[in-house]
């Protein structure tokens, strides 16, 4: 399908997932989320993005208690769906993930390494999982020899840019201030690091609601959780965990800019729409048919345009 405004299409799509939380066993988090189903509902949205996501980037926490058999279970629903519309699998650990067994779970490795980074090159663009777990905390933090091993990679630019993908992300927490007790540490010696770089826009994922802000002027895109979500205005509450909202990212990359948008993992009730059918009708009209048809408050369309009446847009646009 052309593009109806004035730009292009993106030159990349990235699905952006995290805190999936997966339990073995049927286990339900908190006796009440269950979120192996709701991994699936978050699937099945995003297969029907268009045009298709070339990367699933996972930012961490994907299994709850760092079970060997929740890694299994989701590289069985991640991979056939990654394969039926070609897209890269980025994997990245968070607080609540084993090393050993999400190595062995995810890279078919037996070695259990001290970090877990890796490059990941989509189309041209390069994707930099960084792992900010450390053993036994909740927060993060990168390592001298982390940061050696980054330097070495981003000294080379990548075609379309970088994005970094990480657990915590590197930005203030002003809508759950408890949270910055399990923050990423050391900040202000990432900026440092990616000062001059390619690197394009940072992932993260840890606070389970969805957060923007910028880092040493990169944008910064905050992926809620598919597992339950952070309750960011509770009544009376400290800390509330609420099993509603839950959402993925998808993010569109383009020359000189990307742009975020959050897709909700549970559909809603439609009070209006129209079918796939009008697609081509419009597409057949020239921008000037476009404007006039579907911006002018006087056409015969906008004038006739009632959401109580349920109107056909196909018979609209034939008559």
């Given at each position: 399908?052309?593009?109806?405004?004035?730009?292009?299409?993106?030159?990349?799509?990235?699905?952006?997932?995290?805190?999936?939380?997966?339990?073995?066993?049927?286990?339900?988090?908190?006796?009440?989320?269950?979120?192996?189903?709701?991994?699936?509902?978050?699937?099945?949205?995003?297969?029907?993005?268009?045009?298709?996501?070339?990367?699933?980037?996972?930012?961490?926490?994907?299994?709850?208690?760092?079970?060997?058999?929740?890694?299994?279970?989701?590289?069985e629903m991640v991979d056939p769906?990654?394969?039926?519309?070609?897209?890269?699998?980025?994997?990245?650990?968070?607080?609540?993930?084993?090393?050993?067994?999400?190595?062995?779970?995810?890279?078919?490795?037996?070695?259990?390494?001290?970090?877990?980074?890796?490059?990941?090159?989509?189309?041209?663009?390069?994707?930099?999982?960084?792992?900010?777990?450390?053993?036994?905390?909740?927060?993060?933090?990168?390592?001298?020899?982390?940061?050696?091993?980054?330097?070495?990679?981003?000294?080379?630019?990548?075609?379309?840019?970088?994005?970094?993908?990480?657990?915590?992300?590197?930005?203030?927490?002003?809508?759950?201030?408890?949270?910055?007790?399990?923050?990423?540490?050391?900040?202000?010696?990432?900026?440092?690091?990616?000062?001059?770089?390619?690197?394009?826009?940072?992932l993260g994922g840890h606070f389970?609601?969805?957060?923007?802000?910028?880092?040493?002027?990169?944008?910064?895109?905050?992926?809620s959780a598919t597992c339950y979500?952070?309750?960011?205005?509770?009544?009376?509450?400290?800390?509330?965990?609420?099993?509603?909202?839950?959402?993925?990212?998808?993010?569109?990359?383009?020359?000189?800019?990307?742009?975020?948008?959050?897709?909700?993992?549970?559909?809603?009730?439609?009070?209006?729409?129209?079918?796939?059918?009008?697609?081509?009708?419009?597409?057949?009209?020239?921008?000037?048919?476009?404007?006039?048809?579907?911006?002018?408050?006087?056409?015969?369309?906008?004038?006739?345009?009632?959401?109580?009446?349920?109107?056909?847009?196909?018979?609209?646009?034939?008559?």
């Open positions: 399908m052309q593009p109806f405004g004035q730009y292009p299409h993106p030159t990349h799509t990235i699905a952006h997932i995290s805190d999936t939380h997966l339990l073995a066993g049927g286990n339900l988090q908190y006796g009440a989320v269950d979120t192996v189903h709701h991994l699936g509902l978050a699937l099945e949205r995003l297969g029907r993005i268009r045009p298709v996501p070339q990367a699933l980037v996972f930012t961490g926490d994907l299994a709850d208690r760092g079970e060997p058999e929740a890694y299994r279970m989701l590289r769906f990654a394969d039926r519309i070609g897209a890269q699998v980025v994997w990245c650990m968070g607080n609540h993930d084993d090393r050993a067994a999400y190595a062995r779970g995810l890279f078919d490795t037996e070695e259990s390494p001290e970090v877990l980074d890796q490059v990941y090159d989509i189309d041209g663009l390069r994707i930099v999982s960084l792992d900010t777990s450390l053993p036994g905390y909740h927060h993060g933090e990168i390592s001298d020899e982390q940061y050696v091993w980054l330097a070495d990679v981003l000294a080379e630019p990548a075609r379309h840019g970088t994005f970094l993908a990480m657990h915590h992300p590197p930005i203030p927490i002003p809508m759950l201030p408890v949270a910055a007790i399990i923050e990423l540490a050391d900040q202000e010696r990432l900026a440092d690091a990616l000062a001059g770089t390619d690197v394009r826009m940072v389970h609601y969805s957060s923007y802000s910028t880092f040493a002027g990169i944008p910064v895109s905050v992926a979500i952070s309750d960011i205005a509770p009544d009376q509450r400290f800390i509330s965990a609420v099993d509603a909202e839950q959402s993925v990212n998808v993010i569109h990359l383009y020359g000189d800019r990307v742009v975020t948008s959050i897709v909700p993992t549970h559909d809603g009730v439609e009070i209006n729409g129209y079918g796939m059918d009008v697609a081509p009708l419009i597409e057949a009209m020239s921008p000037e048919e476009r404007r006039e048809t579907f911006s002018k408050k006087e056409s015969d369309f906008n004038r006739h345009e009632d959401a109580t009446s349920g109107p056909q847009l196909a018979d609209r646009l034939l008559e």
